[in-house]
Protein backbone atom coordinates (compact mmCIF):
# COMPACT_ATOMS: atom_id res chain seq x y z
CA UNK A 1 0.00 0.00 0.00
CA UNK A 2 1.54 3.19 -0.89
CA UNK A 3 2.17 6.08 1.70
CA UNK A 4 -0.80 7.32 3.49
CA UNK A 5 -1.35 9.69 5.72
CA UNK A 6 -3.13 7.29 8.05
CA UNK A 7 -4.44 9.79 10.99
CA UNK A 8 -6.78 11.73 7.77
CA UNK A 9 -7.50 8.29 6.54
CA UNK A 10 -8.91 7.72 10.03
CA UNK A 11 -11.04 10.53 9.32
CA UNK A 12 -12.26 9.95 6.05
CA UNK A 13 -13.14 6.30 7.69
CA UNK A 14 -15.21 8.05 10.12
CA UNK A 15 -16.42 10.32 7.98
CA UNK A 16 -18.03 8.21 5.14
CA UNK A 17 -19.45 6.02 8.15
CA UNK A 18 -21.36 8.57 9.54
CA UNK A 19 -22.36 9.76 5.67
CA UNK A 20 -23.68 5.88 5.55
CA UNK A 21 -24.97 6.41 8.87
CA UNK A 22 -27.25 9.69 8.13
CA UNK A 23 -28.91 8.13 5.23
CA UNK A 24 -30.61 5.16 7.22
CA UNK A 25 -33.76 6.17 8.51
CA UNK A 26 -35.71 5.35 10.81
CA UNK A 27 -32.35 6.31 13.16
CA UNK A 28 -32.22 4.52 16.64
CA UNK A 29 -33.49 7.32 19.81
CA UNK A 30 -36.66 9.07 17.39
CA UNK A 31 -38.58 9.30 20.58
CA UNK A 32 -36.48 11.28 22.40
CA UNK A 33 -35.76 14.79 21.01
CA UNK A 34 -32.48 15.84 22.57
CA UNK A 35 -30.68 11.85 22.26
CA UNK A 36 -31.95 12.17 18.62
CA UNK A 37 -30.36 15.51 18.08
CA UNK A 38 -27.17 14.47 19.51
CA UNK A 39 -26.85 11.67 17.62
CA UNK A 40 -27.06 13.04 14.34
CA UNK A 41 -25.13 16.25 15.93
CA UNK A 42 -22.11 13.12 16.02
CA UNK A 43 -23.09 11.44 12.75
CA UNK A 44 -23.23 15.24 11.00
CA UNK A 45 -19.61 15.76 11.60
CA UNK A 46 -19.11 13.99 7.98
CA UNK A 47 -19.70 16.64 6.00
CA UNK A 48 -17.68 19.26 7.99
CA UNK A 49 -15.09 16.58 8.21
CA UNK A 50 -14.89 15.86 4.53
CA UNK A 51 -14.72 19.61 3.32
CA UNK A 52 -11.66 20.47 5.83
CA UNK A 53 -10.09 17.13 4.93
CA UNK A 54 -10.17 18.81 0.89
CA UNK A 55 -8.89 21.70 2.43
CA UNK A 56 -6.06 20.33 4.68
CA UNK A 57 -4.99 18.76 1.48
CA UNK A 58 -5.45 21.07 -1.45
CA UNK A 59 -5.32 24.53 -0.29
CA UNK A 60 -1.68 23.93 0.89
CA UNK A 61 -0.47 23.54 -2.77
CA UNK A 62 1.64 25.56 -4.79
CA UNK A 63 1.27 27.73 -7.50
CA UNK A 64 3.91 29.37 -9.02
CA UNK A 65 3.87 28.74 -13.04
CA UNK A 66 1.50 27.54 -15.51
CA UNK A 67 2.30 23.85 -15.17
CA UNK A 68 1.50 23.84 -11.41
CA UNK A 69 -1.90 25.53 -12.26
CA UNK A 70 -2.82 22.28 -15.14
CA UNK A 71 -1.35 19.37 -13.12
CA UNK A 72 -3.46 20.27 -10.43
CA UNK A 73 -6.79 21.19 -12.48
CA UNK A 74 -5.61 17.90 -13.77
CA UNK A 75 -5.57 15.96 -11.30
CA UNK A 76 -8.62 17.12 -9.41
CA UNK A 77 -10.85 15.72 -12.64
CA UNK A 78 -8.94 12.71 -12.78
CA UNK A 79 -9.60 11.75 -9.18
CA UNK A 80 -12.86 13.53 -8.21
CA UNK A 81 -14.23 14.41 -11.89
CA UNK A 82 -14.03 11.03 -13.37
CA UNK A 83 -15.05 9.21 -10.52
CA UNK A 84 -18.62 10.99 -10.14
CA UNK A 85 -19.38 11.37 -14.24
CA UNK A 86 -18.93 7.61 -14.54
CA UNK A 87 -20.64 6.44 -11.27
CA UNK A 88 -23.75 9.12 -12.33
CA UNK A 89 -23.77 7.54 -15.84
CA UNK A 90 -23.98 4.05 -14.08
CA UNK A 91 -27.02 5.83 -12.06
CA UNK A 92 -28.76 7.27 -15.10
CA UNK A 93 -28.58 3.72 -16.93
CA UNK A 94 -29.72 2.30 -13.42
CA UNK A 95 -32.93 4.55 -13.80
CA UNK A 96 -33.91 3.93 -17.22
CA UNK A 97 -33.44 0.64 -16.86
CA UNK A 98 -36.04 0.22 -13.33
CA UNK A 99 -37.99 3.09 -14.69
CA UNK A 100 -37.56 5.92 -12.31
CA UNK A 101 -37.22 7.60 -15.67
CA UNK A 102 -38.19 7.31 -18.98
CA UNK A 103 -36.07 6.18 -21.81
CA UNK A 104 -37.24 7.72 -24.94
CA UNK A 105 -33.75 7.70 -27.20
CA UNK A 106 -30.34 9.08 -26.89
CA UNK A 107 -30.64 12.50 -26.48
CA UNK A 108 -33.42 12.38 -23.68
CA UNK A 109 -30.76 10.03 -21.59
CA UNK A 110 -28.44 12.58 -22.18
CA UNK A 111 -30.36 15.21 -20.75
CA UNK A 112 -31.01 13.41 -17.53
CA UNK A 113 -27.57 12.30 -17.38
CA UNK A 114 -26.70 16.11 -17.66
CA UNK A 115 -29.37 17.00 -14.72
CA UNK A 116 -28.22 14.35 -12.23
CA UNK A 117 -24.70 15.82 -12.16
CA UNK A 118 -25.82 19.95 -12.20
CA UNK A 119 -28.61 19.29 -10.18
CA UNK A 120 -26.53 17.28 -7.68
CA UNK A 121 -29.65 14.67 -7.43
CA UNK A 122 -29.40 11.08 -6.17
CA UNK A 123 -27.70 12.04 -2.64
CA UNK A 124 -24.50 13.64 -4.24
CA UNK A 125 -25.73 17.18 -3.09
CA UNK A 126 -22.02 18.66 -1.68
CA UNK A 127 -20.33 17.33 -4.87
CA UNK A 128 -21.13 20.96 -6.32
CA UNK A 129 -19.76 22.47 -3.00
CA UNK A 130 -16.83 20.15 -3.66
CA UNK A 131 -15.72 21.21 -7.06
CA UNK A 132 -16.44 24.65 -6.55
CA UNK A 133 -14.17 25.10 -3.77
CA UNK A 134 -11.67 22.54 -5.13
CA UNK A 135 -12.00 25.38 -8.40
CA UNK A 136 -10.73 28.39 -5.79
CA UNK A 137 -8.07 26.55 -4.64
CA UNK A 138 -5.52 28.93 -6.06
CA UNK A 139 -7.17 31.85 -5.16
CA UNK A 140 -7.55 30.74 -1.59
CA UNK A 141 -3.61 29.41 -1.35
CA UNK A 142 -2.92 32.84 -2.23
CA UNK A 143 -4.12 34.55 0.19
CA UNK A 144 -4.04 32.30 2.86
CA UNK A 145 -0.18 31.62 2.81
CA UNK A 146 0.66 35.34 2.92
CA UNK A 147 -1.21 35.12 5.93
CA UNK A 148 -0.22 34.77 10.20
CA UNK A 149 -1.70 32.09 11.95
CA UNK A 150 -2.95 35.20 14.09
CA UNK A 151 -4.78 36.42 10.95
CA UNK A 152 -6.13 33.29 9.90
CA UNK A 153 -7.71 33.29 13.88
CA UNK A 154 -9.39 36.90 12.62
CA UNK A 155 -10.67 35.67 9.53
CA UNK A 156 -12.22 32.44 11.58
CA UNK A 157 -13.28 34.77 14.63
CA UNK A 158 -15.22 37.03 11.34
CA UNK A 159 -16.68 33.69 9.83
CA UNK A 160 -18.20 33.03 12.89
CA UNK A 161 -19.84 35.94 13.77
CA UNK A 162 -21.86 35.84 10.35
CA UNK A 163 -22.92 32.92 10.73
CA UNK A 164 -23.95 33.85 14.29
CA UNK A 165 -26.27 36.40 12.40
CA UNK A 166 -27.59 34.56 9.90
CA UNK A 167 -27.99 31.66 12.17
CA UNK A 168 -28.93 33.24 15.94
CA UNK A 169 -29.96 36.13 14.93
CA UNK A 170 -32.23 35.74 12.26
CA UNK A 171 -33.55 31.83 11.54
CA UNK A 172 -33.50 31.69 14.86
CA UNK A 173 -36.29 34.04 15.55
CA UNK A 174 -38.47 33.39 12.22
CA UNK A 175 -36.47 36.03 9.90
CA UNK A 176 -34.43 35.35 6.63
CA UNK A 177 -30.76 36.77 6.44
CA UNK A 178 -30.41 39.48 3.29
CA UNK A 179 -27.35 37.48 2.03
CA UNK A 180 -25.57 34.32 2.94
CA UNK A 181 -22.99 34.47 0.03
CA UNK A 182 -20.04 35.93 2.17
CA UNK A 183 -16.61 33.79 0.99
CA UNK A 184 -16.43 32.02 3.79
CA UNK A 185 -19.58 30.81 4.92
CA UNK A 186 -20.47 27.50 5.86
CA UNK A 187 -19.22 24.75 4.10
CA UNK A 188 -16.32 27.27 2.91
CA UNK A 189 -15.30 27.99 6.20
CA UNK A 190 -14.74 24.17 6.77
CA UNK A 191 -13.04 24.07 3.59
CA UNK A 192 -10.49 27.27 5.06
CA UNK A 193 -10.52 25.16 8.06
CA UNK A 194 -8.49 22.65 6.82
CA UNK A 195 -5.95 24.57 6.16
CA UNK A 196 -6.05 25.99 8.98
CA UNK A 197 -5.31 22.43 10.64
CA UNK A 198 -2.62 21.81 8.21
CA UNK A 199 -0.77 24.99 9.42
CA UNK A 200 -1.24 25.05 12.79
CA UNK A 201 1.73 25.66 14.55
CA UNK A 202 3.09 22.81 17.19
CA UNK A 203 2.97 25.05 20.12
CA UNK A 204 -0.63 25.88 19.15
CA UNK A 205 -2.23 24.35 22.43
CA UNK A 206 -5.11 22.21 22.36
CA UNK A 207 -7.22 21.99 25.11
CA UNK A 208 -8.75 25.88 24.48
CA UNK A 209 -10.36 24.13 20.98
CA UNK A 210 -10.91 21.14 22.94
CA UNK A 211 -13.55 23.32 25.92
CA UNK A 212 -14.90 25.43 23.28
CA UNK A 213 -15.58 22.21 20.92
CA UNK A 214 -17.16 20.58 24.53
CA UNK A 215 -19.20 23.90 24.87
CA UNK A 216 -20.69 24.32 21.56
CA UNK A 217 -21.69 20.94 21.29
CA UNK A 218 -23.92 21.62 24.07
CA UNK A 219 -25.48 24.67 22.09
CA UNK A 220 -25.92 23.14 18.72
CA UNK A 221 -27.96 20.21 20.61
CA UNK A 222 -29.69 22.65 22.37
CA UNK A 223 -30.65 25.05 19.69
CA UNK A 224 -31.12 22.48 16.87
CA UNK A 225 -34.09 20.89 19.46
CA UNK A 226 -35.71 24.23 21.20
CA UNK A 227 -35.72 26.70 18.77
CA UNK A 228 -36.90 27.79 15.20
CA UNK A 229 -34.04 25.90 13.79
CA UNK A 230 -35.35 22.32 14.12
CA UNK A 231 -37.72 24.03 11.10
CA UNK A 232 -33.94 25.08 9.53
CA UNK A 233 -32.73 22.52 6.74
CA UNK A 234 -28.71 23.77 7.91
CA UNK A 235 -29.77 23.89 11.26
CA UNK A 236 -26.30 21.84 12.23
CA UNK A 237 -23.99 22.65 9.57
CA UNK A 238 -24.70 26.43 9.30
CA UNK A 239 -24.36 27.03 13.21
CA UNK A 240 -21.04 28.77 14.02
CA UNK A 241 -21.14 26.43 17.76
CA UNK A 242 -21.48 23.15 15.31
CA UNK A 243 -18.01 24.54 13.29
CA UNK A 244 -16.30 25.29 16.37
CA UNK A 245 -17.29 21.43 17.47
CA UNK A 246 -16.29 20.21 14.16
CA UNK A 247 -13.04 22.09 14.60
CA UNK A 248 -12.39 20.68 17.97
CA UNK A 249 -12.73 17.32 16.92
CA UNK A 250 -10.54 17.50 13.74
CA UNK A 251 -8.00 18.69 16.13
CA UNK A 252 -8.66 15.76 18.54
CA UNK A 253 -7.97 13.37 16.20
CA UNK A 254 -5.37 14.84 14.41
CA UNK A 255 -3.31 15.76 17.65
CA UNK A 256 -4.10 12.70 19.72
CA UNK A 257 -5.30 9.75 17.14
CA UNK A 258 -2.04 9.58 15.08
CA UNK A 259 -1.74 6.39 13.59
CA UNK A 260 1.14 4.23 12.95
CA UNK A 261 1.67 1.40 10.39
CA UNK A 262 -0.42 -1.46 13.13
CA UNK A 263 -3.22 -3.76 11.43
CA UNK A 264 -5.97 -0.80 12.60
CA UNK A 265 -4.04 2.13 10.65
CA UNK A 266 -3.39 -0.10 7.69
CA UNK A 267 -7.25 -0.93 7.44
CA UNK A 268 -8.15 3.06 8.34
CA UNK A 269 -5.96 3.58 4.98
CA UNK A 270 -7.76 0.97 3.53
CA UNK A 271 -11.28 2.28 3.89
CA UNK A 272 -9.64 6.02 3.50
CA UNK A 273 -8.47 5.22 -0.10
CA UNK A 274 -11.47 4.02 -1.39
CA UNK A 275 -13.93 6.37 0.94
CA UNK A 276 -14.90 8.56 -1.98
CA UNK A 277 -16.43 5.27 -3.90
CA UNK A 278 -17.75 4.11 -1.28
CA UNK A 279 -19.94 7.54 -0.73
CA UNK A 280 -20.86 7.42 -4.14
CA UNK A 281 -22.04 3.77 -4.62
CA UNK A 282 -23.73 3.35 -1.05
CA UNK A 283 -27.16 4.55 -3.10
CA UNK A 284 -27.33 1.63 -5.12
CA UNK A 285 -26.96 -1.27 -2.21
CA UNK A 286 -29.40 0.73 -0.38
CA UNK A 287 -32.83 -0.89 -1.42
CA UNK A 288 -30.91 -4.04 -1.19
CA UNK A 289 -29.92 -3.55 2.48
CA UNK A 290 -33.13 -2.49 3.37
CA UNK A 291 -34.82 -5.17 2.28
CA UNK A 292 -32.52 -8.17 4.41
CA UNK A 293 -33.00 -5.90 7.61
CA UNK A 294 -36.81 -4.62 7.14
CA UNK A 295 -37.78 -7.69 9.66
CA UNK A 296 -35.84 -6.30 12.57
CA UNK A 297 -37.74 -4.96 14.91
CA UNK A 298 -36.24 -3.31 17.65
CA UNK A 299 -35.04 0.29 15.85
CA UNK A 300 -31.69 0.04 17.34
CA UNK A 301 -30.77 -3.59 16.23
CA UNK A 302 -31.75 -2.67 12.66
CA UNK A 303 -30.56 0.90 12.53
CA UNK A 304 -26.86 -0.50 13.11
CA UNK A 305 -27.39 -3.45 11.19
CA UNK A 306 -28.28 -1.94 8.41
CA UNK A 307 -25.16 0.25 8.50
CA UNK A 308 -23.01 -2.61 9.01
CA UNK A 309 -24.67 -4.30 5.70
CA UNK A 310 -24.40 -0.94 3.74
CA UNK A 311 -20.50 -0.31 4.45
CA UNK A 312 -19.19 -3.96 3.94
CA UNK A 313 -21.76 -3.99 0.44
CA UNK A 314 -20.38 -0.31 -0.58
CA UNK A 315 -16.38 -1.04 0.73
CA UNK A 316 -16.44 -4.15 -1.32
CA UNK A 317 -18.31 -2.56 -4.70
CA UNK A 318 -15.58 0.20 -4.17
CA UNK A 319 -12.59 -1.87 -4.15
CA UNK A 320 -14.06 -4.00 -7.28
CA UNK A 321 -14.69 -0.55 -9.22
CA UNK A 322 -11.86 1.38 -7.49
CA UNK A 323 -9.43 -1.92 -8.54
CA UNK A 324 -11.09 -2.62 -11.60
CA UNK A 325 -11.90 0.59 -13.65
CA UNK A 326 -11.48 3.99 -11.30
CA UNK A 327 -8.10 3.29 -10.59
CA UNK A 328 -6.91 1.97 -13.74
CA UNK A 329 -8.50 4.88 -15.83
CA UNK A 330 -6.92 7.47 -13.80
CA UNK A 331 -3.82 6.07 -13.83
CA UNK A 332 -4.07 6.11 -17.79
CA UNK A 333 -5.11 9.46 -17.35
CA UNK A 334 -2.29 10.73 -15.56
CA UNK A 335 -0.07 9.50 -17.98
CA UNK A 336 -1.74 10.82 -20.86
CA UNK A 337 -2.27 14.23 -19.95
CA UNK A 338 1.80 13.94 -18.14
CA UNK A 339 0.56 14.93 -14.89
Known amino acids: MENRNRTMDLIRSISVIFILGLHISPMPFENNAYALV ?39 FITVGFPVLLISLVSSIQSCINGTVEFTGIGHFLREYYILIITSAGGYWFILYLVGFLASVPIYSKAFKNMKFWELKILLG ?3 VW ?15 GYDGWALFGYAT ?70 KDGTFGKICSFVGKHSFTVFLLHGFFMSLVLKLTSGIANSAAFYFATLSLLFAASLAGAFLLDSLIIFPCEKLLKKLLRV
Open 190 to 259: CFFLGYYCAVMPEEEKSWPYYLAGILAFGITVYFCVNRYLHQFTHRYDYQPCFTIYALASFIFIMRRCKL
Open 38 to 76: TFQSVLRLCNAFFFMLSGYFNIPKEFNEKRDYYKYYSRR
Open 158 to 160: ISL
Open 163 to 177: MAFYVYFTKNIGLEF
